[in-house]
């Protein structure tokens, strides 16, 4: 540990935080090492406050919302991680709804469902904050985070500013906010008027589909599928179904999905990573990228 990370604590001593923080307990797959301290910022000026702290410090930082579709280190992170999940402001607009990028996605949907607001329901079930659900421009079935964006609250170099959807880049599992250090405040959802209870067994519908999708330890979908063909197709024609490096295996019932089904090591499911992709180029000429974020050296 660094000597600047050793004053994290005190310099941010007004934040709720945790220290060290551990990625193996925080992120859905169950893997990786420590960061020295995690900050939990409550609004947009403790969020920008932050930043600025840690960058006039001097000390690196990455930003985590849920852990759902990230992989840390082994050897974790050496400096500072913002979690999300205090910013939970959600808030009723004329077009829609605003909520804070540390909003879960199961509690916009109540909220929405409660206020009569339709259209995100395809979002049901995915294990996302609201700015990880941006960055990541998460979908399901055809549909994406972005067809409902209007605009987006966000923090660039020291500034809070307001980005319309066009501003931010969306395309297919991809965002502005991946190639710029560009943080996700909060976002405005455009909804559509609906009654309470087509909305809660759309909600529904969409979840019973869902609860086909392998159950334990995962990233979700490891890979983008490839233009015009699935990703999970490609590895399970390559005959990888099952396949496995220590308790890093590939779902029988998904073939896109990486389970750990004990005390798998992050290196060991980027091995395994490396190993589906290299099969999967071998059999069929593609090369898979990666959807899932890396945290840390590897
Ligand atoms: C069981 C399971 C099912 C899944 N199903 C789906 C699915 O159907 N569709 C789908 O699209 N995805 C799915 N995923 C993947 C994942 O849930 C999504 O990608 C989700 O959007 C990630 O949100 P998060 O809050 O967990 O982000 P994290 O995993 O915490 O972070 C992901 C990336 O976003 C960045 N980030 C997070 N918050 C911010 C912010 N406020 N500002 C800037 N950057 C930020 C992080 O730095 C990181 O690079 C699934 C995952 C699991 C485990």
């Not at 609004?43 to 992989?71: D, H, K, M, W, Y």
């Not at 500013?161 to 190639?179: G, I, Q, R, V, W």
């Not at 559509?192 to 392998?214: A, F, N, T």
């Amino acid at each position: 540990m660094s000597r600047n990370t050793d004053c994290i604590a005190e310099w941010f001593a007004d934040l709720p935080q945790k220290r060290p923080f551990s990625f193996r307990a925080a992120t859905t797959i169950g893997a990786g090492g420590t960061a020295p301290a995690a900050l939990y910022p409550r609004s947009e000026a403790e969020f920008a406050e932050t930043v600025a702290r840690l960058e006039a410090q001097g000390i690196p930082f990455c930003v985590l919302g849920c852990g759902s579709n990230v992989l840390a280190s082994d050897k974790g992170f050496g400096g500072a991680v913002i979690k999300t999940d205090r910013m939970e402001t959600l808030r009723l607009l004329p077009q829609g709804i605003e909520a804070a990028c540390g909003v879960r996605i199961a509690r916009l949907l109540s909220f929405a469902a409660a206020n009569h607001c339709g259209g995100l329901e395809f979002l049901a079930g995915i294990p996302a904050s609201t700015g990880g659900a941006v960055f990541m421009n998460a979908g399901a079935c055809g549909k994406f985070a972005a067809e409902r964006v209007l605009s987006v609250r966000a923090l660039y170099r020291g500034s809070v500013m307001e980005m319309t959807a066009e501003e931010c880049a969306f395309s297919y599992k991809h965002s502005l906010f991946m190639d710029e250090p560009i943080y996700v405040l909060s976002a405005v959802f455009q909804t559509v008027c609906g009654d309470k209870q087509s909305i809660l067994r759309e909600i529904k519908r969409v979840l019973v589909r869902r609860s086909r999708l392998p159950r334990g330890k995962s990233m979700g979908c490891v890979f983008k599928n490839p233009s015009g063909c699935s990703a999970g197709e490609l590895i399970e024609q390559a005959g990888l179904k099952g396949a496995f490096i220590g308790d890093a295996v590939v779902a029988r019932e998904h073939a896109n999905f990486i389970l750990n089904r004990g005390g798998a090591t992050a290196s060991e499911i980027r091995s395994l990573i490396e190993h589906v992709r290299a099969r999967v180029f071998e059999n069929s000429a593609v090369t898979l990228e990666e959807e899932i974020r890396y945290i840390g050296e590897f």
